[in-house]
């Protein structure tokens, strides 16, 4: 068992015995991934920050069904991907991609670096973001959410075996499959 | 030099360093070398999963979202701890509910059982108070039934006892000794009401001829 998972465990065992605050601890582990999941399958702010709560509500009321046979994170990333899973197929409608993510207010801006002295670069390299996403977005499902949980949350092929219940070569063909795909995809829309 | 493609898998292999042997990734290395075509496709490769990252980067949540989440889990448990009390207040708030509503008096413990006992306790002071007047009238008492009190009483005194019997209802007949039974009380004047008496001594009594008694029966 690697440090990273006997300090999730640690933390679980407070909190189901009792200490509720302890989960802050795995919420401020896990928030960052969590959310850039579920934001790059949701594609809009608001949703993904709801989404991502709930996913952490889940997994502090279903603690108690944690019977320890896999890592934590492992669990908890299928949890995530299950909620995105479903969400996606009731709200068929988020395939679309807002063109503007940014708010008034500015409070949640693409966080990009600062080229306000080259304005014409940061256009392009908006409009690009806003390419990569939907091009994602279009992706099978099969093959998005395994992306997405390689290329985005680093997670190993077994990981990703583990969470999604798929064999490992099935896990590689899908990966291989999927970068190909998206690859080309760019490649048409002349971003690559 | 081997001459044909590298496949996109060994590609995705080689961008995830999942290629076992060494010799195997020199060769792919060696072949991306002399093939413009593969090296190129490798490098397109490179730039979408590094653009991939790009996109999923260009957006962080807030530095509020741990607490916020933290506020709903704690929100929701207490709704829940409510909601599995509810039946449990619901029950007690009945329970003291009734208590109070029964030591209140607003309803008796039984009304049933109350009714049954002012009945009998209403009997049983009117049996005694009938029969405290017909002793204080000199007369005997023969039989008490849950209908009538039965008795004799010296003919002289009827008048005075049926008046202070007030609204009973009385069925009387005059007998010759104060012993003699009565068979047939259907020949029995009856009569409800001191005010309805009219009975009436005839002539003055004599005393040659036998005692006479009015036998009487005062119902319920």
């Given at each position: 068992m690697s440090n990273s998972d006997s300090d999730d465990i640690k933390v679980i065992d407070k909190v189901l015995a009792g200490d509720v605050n302890a989960f802050a601890k795995i919420i401020e582990k896990y928030k960052d991934k969590t959310f850039n999941y579920v934001y790059s399958q949701i594609n809009d702010y608001d949703e993904a920050l709801d989404i991502t709560q709930?996913?952490?509500?889940?997994?502090?009321?279903?603690?108690?069904?944690f019977r320890r046979e896999s890592k934590f994170s492992t669990w908890f990333y299928s949890i995530m991907v299950n909620y995105c899973k479903n969400y996606r197929k009731k709200n068929s409608r988020y395939n679309v991609i807002p063109i503007n993510n940014?708010?008034?207010?500015?409070?949640?801006?693409?966080q990009i670096p600062d080229l306000r002295e080259n304005p014409e670069q940061e256009v392009i390299r908006k409009d690009s973001l806003r390419i990569i996403k939907e091009e994602i977005n279009s992706l099978p499902d099969d093959y998005r959410e395994i992306l997405l949980l390689r290329d985005i949350e680093g997670l190993s092929?077994?990981?990703?075996?583990?969470?999604?219940?798929?064999?490992?070569p099935n896990v590689k063909v899908r990966i291989h499959r999927g970068r190909?795909?998206?690859?080309?995809?760019?490649?048409?829309?002349?971003?690559? | 030099m081997n001459t044909a493609h590298v496949p996109f898998q060994s590609m995705s292999d080689l961008y995830d360093n999942d290629i076992c042997t060494e010799d195997e990734r020199?060769?792919?290395?060696?072949h991306f070398n002399a093939c413009l075509e593969c090296?190129?496709?490798?490098?397109?490769?490179?730039?979408?999963l590094q653009m991939v990252k790009e996109c999923a980067c260009s957006c962080c949540p807030p530095e509020s979202l741990p607490m916020q989440i933290m506020r709903k889990i704690r929100l929701r448990r207490r709704r829940k701890l409510l909601a599995k009390s509810i039946p449990a207040m619901a029950a007690s708030v009945l329970i003291i509910a009734g208590?109070?509503?029964?030591?209140?008096?607003?309803?008796?413990?039984?009304?049933?059982s109350v009714a049954i006992d002012s009945n009998i306790i209403g009997l049983l002071s009117d049996t005694e108070h009938v029969i405290d007047i017909i002793r204080k009238h000199n007369a005997t008492i023969s039989d008490v039934t849950d209908s009538y009190i039965e008795g004799t009483v010296p003919?002289?005194?009827?008048?005075?006892?049926?008046?202070?019997?007030g609204f009973h209802k009385v069925a009387y007949v005059l007998v010759e000794e104060s012993n003699q039974g009565v068979r047939d009380w259907g020949s029995a004047v009856e009569e409800v009401g001191a005010d309805d008496v009219n009975y009436r001594i005839q002539g003055v009594p004599d005393t040659s001829v036998p005692k006479r008694y009015i036998r009487f029966r005062v119902y319920r």
């Open positions: 709930e996913i952490f509500i889940m997994t502090i009321e279903a603690l108690r069904s940014t708010r008034e207010d500015g409070a949640y801006e693409l092929y077994n990981e990703i075996a583990e969470i999604l219940d798929i064999s490992l190909e795909f998206l690859k080309n995809r760019l490649l048409e829309r002349g971003l690559l | 020199e060769a792919i290395r060696a090296s190129t496709d490798y490098v397109r490769l490179e730039r979408t208590i109070g509503y029964f030591n209140t008096g607003v309803v008796p413990p039984s009304r049933q003919l002289a005194s009827f008048k005075s006892l049926r008046r202070d019997l």
